[in-house]
T-cell receptor
Framework: AQKVTQAQTEISVVEKEDVTLDCVYE???????LFWYKQPPSGELVFLIRRNSFDEQNEISGRYSWNFQKSTSSFNFTITASQVVDSAVYFCALEETSGSRLTFGEGTQLTVNP | DAGITQSPRHKVTETGTPVTLRCHQT?????MYWYRQDPGHGLRLIHYSYGVKDTDKGEVSDGYSVSRSKTEDFLLTLESATSSQTSVYFCAISDAGGIFTDTQYFGPGTRLTVL
């Protein structure tokens, strides 16, 4: 069965610090997709990134970057020079191609203090 | 933003009453999903639909039923609400599934309280 673990329940940083959110997953499929979503205090779920299991290239989008390592089953998310607006709950999720369903981690609450 | 609306956005009801939540999309996406979000559990799939009148169970389907009579609408029904069903419910849509997995986009959520 697929599983996603976000071991960091809460992280608190000061503005402009870099922060990395960890995500470890388990799956028996060789083809799968990994996602990150952001849930700000307003409550909506915002899609950030989607990565398939055949593409291990790291990705950078502005202050956000993602490090996908199949060897350690990890898909970590780094925010560089964090800002107060980055305060949110961040979810990592896995979707196996053998089933049309997302499995979410429990989320990491990130608080960025001014 | 994907065109997904949920109604109602907030609801308070009493134990034992039936409740129906509605998800409406304007994207003509084939797949629709219902999740619930609870502290310490992230989001968990309740039911999903892969076409009109085609539905399947998720990991927490007990006590819930769904229906999809039109592409744009996906209804979640609690036949007899219990306090354990107090939660935030999210609808999601995607254009594909299986090996053609597409990104799921989420609606704004419905906060349900069962007293």
């Amino acid at each position: 069965a697929q599983k996603v673990t976000q071991a960091q329940t809460e992280i608190s940083v000061v503005e402009k610090e870099d922060v990395t959110l960890d995500c470890v997953y388990e799956t028996r499929d060789t083809t799968y997709y990994l996602f990150w979503y952001k849930q700000p205090p307003s409550g909506e779920l915002v899609f950030l990134i989607r990565r398939n299991s055949f593409d291990e290239q790291n990705e950078i989008s502005g202050r956000y970057s993602w490090n996908f390592q199949k060897s350690t089953s990890s898909f970590n998310f780094t925010i560089t020079a964090s800002q107060v607006v980055d305060s949110a709950v961040y979810f990592c999720a896995l979707e196996e191609t053998s089933g049309s369903r997302l499995t979410f981690g429990e989320g990491t609450q990130l608080t960025v203090n001014p | 933003d994907a065109g997904i609306t949920q109604s109602p956005r907030h609801k308070v009801t009493e134990t034992g009453t039936p409740v129906t939540l509605r998800c409406h999309q304007t994207e003509n996406h084939r797949y629709m999903y219902w999740y619930r979000q609870d502290p310490g559990h992230g989001l968990r799939l309740i039911h999903y639909s892969y076409g009109v009148k085609d539905t399947d169970k998720g990991e927490v389907s007990d006590g819930y039923s769904v229906s999809r009579s039109k592409t744009e609408d996906f209804l979640l029904t609690l036949e007899s609400a219990t306090s354990s069903q107090t939660s935030v419910y999210f609808c999601a849509i995607s254009d594909a599934g299986g090996i053609f997995t597409d990104t799921q986009y989420f609606g704004p959520g419905t906060r349900l309280t069962v007293l």
